[in-house]
């Protein structure tokens, strides 16, 4: 007799209502939604925020529902009736709630609250299935070549102070840096000087009354390295960003010479995304200015009033920036237990931080906190609409002012900021990298919901097909042993989105594919095994007999068969990206559940029907 012991039945029972019930969640579509939060992690959506949105939706025609505050004010969410509104609503409620907040497309879960709580949670649909948000940024390499300029200048000075070259370097708006010096000798010694430290600059001088005037500017060979570092910096800033924030399978690739295209699959924070992936963030360290001299220093007002004046003057030169922290982490003053974040600096920044404060003990050090941000007019188009401009502006502001007491090494922590939620921030973007040149978005949309859905159509039907033409093969060829094996092959597709939909994996086009090669590859156990079984029946064996044995010696040629095939997943998800690695997943998890299923449900069912009793014949 062929029968598996109880404990094996409840096993197998307990592992099917696992699966039925996280596979469950997939049936509840998600709702297009528009998300609101603050610029900064400190900006919080009050109930004052989310009316005048839901009023300019009324106003705009634009059905809604569920506009609610969540995580304690941090965002709010308000649903649509119809996807296709998501666009015209995100605009209309920038509109409506101003610069200061980030307004953003995304998709609302509907899972029952209960089935949430226990960890059921639907697939992560890739962008072609109708998931996910597309962003394009704009790089802004100019920003990047004047920022490397006025580093050139900056230095140019302190070598020349260094090695005690009188002359008056200044830094023009069309990105040249002129020097005057008084005569030959100290126009010889300066070129020298900044040949030595800056060879990339190209050098001509030109005699006046008034001394040697020298020019420096920037080759267009160097502009261009320049600005494609730049772009290839934020394209690993963003990658390092998007691992911060727990993307699933995101595309952050280069699009043409200074643009980056990323896309967000499945179901995420949108808004805190663009948030993140938008910002600058940077920081500049600079000494508190002396004197009253214009030319060398520069006011700045303080983002908190704690410090009990508006505005400070710093030096222009700056000390190190942001580009020189390679860790940084958020926590508490142990004494004023305010947020405060502790910076690490590489060896060069480390350097030079020493070498600023070992001479300048008991000035104040000013920490300067940099964003790009937007601001938003409307300006009628041809058709009389109010089309929305935007036009990015650097915000600086000092966020620390401390008194520098003793020698500041490669480690040291900065305070000021308000919450310990823009202080973990902060952390964040420093630990991730400083963007090399701020970035805009230039484009933001939702990649195609009818094209989505037309895959999703297309896919299951293919699904479906494949499943028929299976089960209409196996009934005819096998009879009532086809008939437990489709049986199993259906529950083998559940265990499979029960297991993607518990690890949280992004479903694609080619995952579907996965899916429906998962179905052949499921019945493929069983056809070996029922071939088997037939075999060992012409040798003469009983029928429970060559069920049992049927089982046991395909076992070692469908395991050999489906172990190579995971090894060939494995290698998929290794080398490939997007969506190969999807397919790999995919097909690694079928691979598992349809081991499971063919060789231990297909038994079950056998062995309730018909391994308890004698039997004369099979129906195989």
């Known amino acids: 007799m062929n029968k598996y012991p109880l404990w094996k039945y409840l096993l197998i029972l307990f592992v099917l209502i696992v699966g039925f019930f996280y596979a469950a969640p997939n049936l509840f579509a998600p709702d297009a939604a528009v998300q609101i939060s603050g610029e900064s992690s400190a900006t919080l959506v009050e109930q004052q925020t989310l009316d005048s949105a839901t009023k300019a939706l009324q106003a705009a025609n634009i059905q809604y529902f569920g506009a609610v505050i969540a995580d304690k004010g941090k965002s709010g969410l308000i649903r649509l009736r119809d996807r296709e509104q998501q666009l015209v609503a995100q605009a209309v409620i920038q509109r409506a709630v101003g610069d200061g907040f980030v307004v953003a497309l995304n998709l609302a879960q509907t899972t029952p609250g209960w089935m949430a709580a226990i960890g059921g949670r639907p697939m992560k649909l890739g962008l072609d299935l109708s998931g996910g948000v597309h962003f394009l940024l704009e790089v802004d390499t100019p920003a990047a070549v004047k920022k490397r300029l006025e580093l050139a200048s900056i230095g140019i000075k302190r070598k020349l102070r260094e090695t005690q070259v009188r002359g008056f370097i200044e830094q023009q708006s069309d990105g040249r840096i002129v020097g005057k010096f008084k005569d030959k000798d100290l126009a010889a010694k300066a070129i020298d000087t900044v040949h030595g430290e800056y060879p990339e600059l190209q050098q001509t001088s030109e005699a006046n009354a008034d001394g040697v005037l ?274 199993a092959l259906a529950i083998n597709i559940i265990l499979l989105i029960a297991c993607m939909s518990l690890l949280s994996a992004t479903l694609t086009m080619p995952g579907i594919a996965g899916i429906a090669l998962t179905v052949g590859m499921s019945v493929d156990a069983n056809v070996l095994v029922f071939a088997r079984i037939r075999e060992e029946l012409k040798n003469g064996m009983s029928p429970q007999a060559a069920i049992h044995a049927g089982f046991e010696r395909a076992f070692v040629t469908i395991t050999d068969s489906n172990l190579t095939a995971l090894l060939v997943a494995i290698i998929l998800y290794a080398v490939g990206t997007g969506p190969v690695r999807g397919f790999a997943v995919t097909l690694a998890l079928g691979i598992i559940t349809s081991m499971f299923t063919a060789l231990t449900v297909t038994r079950a069912i056998i062995n309730l029907t018909v391994g308890g009793r004698r039997v004369t014949k099979l129906w195989i």
């Open 214 to 487: 020298i020019t420096w500017t920037m080759p267009p060979a160097k502009i261009k390295e320049i600005e494609d570092y730049a772009v290839g910096q934020n394209l690993t800033t963003l990658r390092n960003r998007v691992n911060e924030l727990g993307v699933a399978e995101p595309l952050v690739q280069r699009q043409g010479r200074n643009r980056i295209v990323v896309e967000l699959p499945g179901i995420q924070d949108t808004a805190e995304a663009k948030r993140i992936l938008g910002k600058t963030a940077n920081l500049e360290f600079r000494l508190e200015a002396k004197g009253d001299d214009a030319s060398t220093r520069e006011q700045f007002e303080f983002r908190d009033a704690r410090f009990g004046q508006k505005a400070a003057y710093l030096e222009r030169d700056v000390v190190i920036t942001g580009e020189r922290v390679t860790d940084a982490k958020a926590g508490f003053d142990s004494q004023s237990s305010q947020p405060e974040v502790n910076i690490v600096l590489d060896n060069e920044g480390g350097s030079q931080m020493s070498q600023a404060t070992r001479h300048n003990v008991n000035r104040r050090l000013g920490v300067l906190f940099i964003e790009r941000k937007l601001r938003t007019h409307y300006e009628k188009d041809a058709n009389g609409k109010d089309v929305p401009v935007h036009v990015p502006y650097d915000e600086k502001k000092i966020i620390s002012l401390a008194t520098i007491r003793d020698t500041l090494g490669n480690r040291f922590r900065i305070t000021g900021l308000d919450t310990p939620g823009e202080a973990a921030e902060l952390a964040l973007l420093l630990r991730a990298g400083a963007l090399a040149a701020p970035m805009d978005f230039v484009e933001e949309r939702t990649v195609g919901p009818s094209l989505g859905a037309a895959n999703i159509h297309q896919g299951v039907t293919a699904v479906w097909v494949g499943f028929i033409l299976v089960t209409l093969f196996m009934l005819y060829y096998y009879r009532a042993f086809g008939l437990s094996a489709v049986v």
